[in-house]
Each structure stands twice: as C-alpha cells, then as structure tokens.
C-alpha cells in the first residue's frame, strides 16, 4: 500500500508573532510523536533566486516591486518538485511563510491590488491547513524594536496585518487563527493540536491547488 501522504501546513503572521520559534517547536514534536515532518521557509534564501531576494530584504539592492514580487513567487515554485516529492513519500512539511505572505506584503505597497499579487501563486500546492499566529500591533511591539530588514516597521506591518486579515476572509482556504500572545509553550499547544488534526484530514484528502 502506498504511504500515507504527509500535510501541508503554514505558518503565518505579523512580525514577531514567533512563525519561526514556532515552526521549529513543532516539527520537533511531531518528530518525536512518530510523524515524519520537516521545516521549510520562504524565502528560502539559499537558492539563485533565494540570492537575489536576500540581498533586496538586506537593503543591499533594489528592484521593481513587481519583480521582486514574481521572484519571491519564483522561489515558491522552484521548490514545488521537491514539496511534492516529500509529501508523497509521507513527510509532512512545516512552512514558515508562504504565497500569503507575498500576496500580504506586496499588496501592503501602494498600487498593488490583492488580486493582481495572489496570480503568480495560482495552482501551488495547497496547504492542509494555515495558522495564523495572531498578534496586535501593540503586543508586537512589546517584543521589541523592529530589526534592519525592508518592511520591519510599524507602519507598513499594520498594513500587511489588513491585507492577512482580507486574504484570511477566503474560505476557499483552511485558515485557523491562533493567538499568538500567550506563552510560548501554550502557543505550541493550541499549534500542535491544530497541525494533528490537518495531518489526519490529509491522510485521506489529495493534495489541492492554492486559489484555484
Ligand atoms: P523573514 O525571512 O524574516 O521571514 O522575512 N516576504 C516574504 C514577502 O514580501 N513576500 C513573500 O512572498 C515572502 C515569503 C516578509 C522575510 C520578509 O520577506 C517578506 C518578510
């Protein structure tokens, strides 16, 4: 018989929400639960185009904010074979950001309508499920000073957190919202608990299409 198929499970959010502390909980615990699981994260820097991302997040170049766009989408889809290849052979994947985070921030930026920023995400995998670490402005800013990278600010965050909360008013798409402000332990909780549900659904659900 052939393997169970693993989820697809993504991590979104504000800055500061801990996606990324997380993320690591997470795939650590399902490890340990049995469950074949690892941890992805876009922009997945290390690539060509991951490069020419990094540099533009790091200030260190400039690029048309269409381009930059498709390319954040480009890097989505140069790892789609390798998604794919994964969760077919039973591996569920932990992602920290997805295409709602390139729709979410691109559409943050003047001239920019939701819809023109989820096209170039169209037909990607679909993820079994969304969570999104949710966190007011004024509790992310409790955490601290916002870092050096293009969008840290409280201004632009704000705006990003409006095009979440629209993107998040599809239901075409499995969101589940988790509140973000408690403990790190219970947060990992509330997380672990959701992410089982999605890995047992998937077991018996194909693999979708995002958006389509
Ligand atoms: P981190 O590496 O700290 O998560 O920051 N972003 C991300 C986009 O603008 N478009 C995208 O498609 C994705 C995935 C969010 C990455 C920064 O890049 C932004 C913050």
Not at 26 to 48: C, I, K, N
Not at 148 to 175: I, K, P, T
Request: proline letters at 4%.
């Amino acid at each position: 018989m052939a393997a169970k198929r693993g989820a697809l499970i993504v991590l979104e959010g504000v800055d500061k929400a801990g996606k990324t502390t997380q993320c690591k909980m997470l795939v650590q615990a399902l490890q340990q639960s049995g469950y074949p699981a690892e941890m992805m994260r876009f922009p997945d820097r290390s690539t060509t185009i991951g490069k020419l991302i990094s540099a533009y997040l790091e200030k260190k170049s400039e690029l048309e904010d269409h381009t930059v766009h498709l390319l954040f989408s480009a890097n989505r889809w140069e790892m789609v074979p390798e998604m794919k290849r994964k969760l077919e052979q039973g591996t569920t994947l932990v992602v920290d950001r997805y295409a709602f985070s390139g729709a979410a921030f691109t559409s943050a930026k003047p001239g920019f309508s939701l819809d023109w920023c989820t096209r170039s995400d169209v037909g990607l995998p679909k993820p079994d499920v969304v969570l999104f670490l949710q966190l007011s402005p004024a509790e992310a800013a409790s955490r601290g000073r916002y870092g050096e990278e293009r969008y840290e600010d409280a201004a632009f965050q704000s705006a990003v957190l409006d095009r979440f909360r629209q993107l998040m008013d599809d239901s075409s798409v499995n969101w589940k919202v988790v509140d973000a402000s408690g403990s790190v332990d219970d947060v990992h909780k509330d997380i672990a608990l959701k992410s089982l549900d999605a890995i047992h659904a998937a077991q018996t659900q194909p693999l979708g299409e995002l958006w389509k």
